[in-house]
């Protein structure tokens, strides 16, 4: 790992990928010791990383043994994509009934997932569009909102991802991105909630097949 600005941040980063891309898979548990060796770093940001996805059901902790992987059913992933869409599409009516303005952070944003997609780097996909995301719901000027939806989009199990299909996904996403800014901007309200719920619905197929 390069050196970071937050160690404990780029820990957690590292792991909620793993975790949520399925390369850990549920049921394998993370040793504090071992993991800090493979990575090269102290113990401590470690602990401090597992201890925090604890905190969001990721992880739980077992006693003198490190942290285990949680497992997932298809109606947890159910759930999620529900909620998900409920908030997600509720901060994007909101958004664009205000009209978005100042589009260039957020044209920023998008390029950095297309980059991703195009260097078939899963995980920065994964960090991109997340920050792609949160700039985005932000704008609907509601941190609570906000919040709730981030800590679903974190928990989210992203299994399939790195397959041919899931790819094929990432790809189809970029150009939505670009779509959604330019829906916020012409204040189209309908059509931008009709998008978003596309946008996450069209993975939902993909992780259940995966789980």
């Known amino acids: 790992m390069a050196p970071p600005a937050n160690l404990r941040e780029s820990v957690i980063a590292h792991l909620r990928s793993q975790i949520v891309s399925g390369t850990a898979a549920p049921g394998m548990i993370f040793s504090v010791p071992s993991l800090a060796n493979e990575l090269g770093i102290s113990t401590t940001p470690v602990r401090e990383a597992l201890l925090e996805l604890s905190r969001s059901g990721l992880v739980e902790p077992l006693r003198n043994r490190g942290f285990r992987v949680q497992t ?86 992203l299994y399939g991802i790195n397959s041919e299909e899931g790819r094929e996904r990432q790809r189809a996403s970029v150009d939505e991105h670009y779509e959604m800014i330019e829906l916020a901007s012409n204040q189209q309200s309908e059509a931008i909630v009709a998008l978003i719920t596309r946008h996450i619905e069209s993975w939902k197929p993909l992780f259940a097949a995966a789980l």
């Open 72 to 157: 997932i059913t298809l109606q947890d992933l159910e759930n999620h994509f529900d909620v998900r869409v409920m908030l997600e599409s509720g901060a994007l009516a909101t958004l664009a009934h205000k009209g978005l303005t100042d589009t260039a952070p957020l044209v920023a944003l998008a390029d950095e997932v297309a980059q991703a997609v195009k260097a078939e780097d899963v995980g920065r996909y994964i960090e991109s569009d997340r920050c792609f995301h949160e700039a985005l719901v932000s704008r609907a000027g509601n941190p609570l909102l906000t919040r709730m939806i981030m800590h679903l989009r974190a928990d989210m199990r």
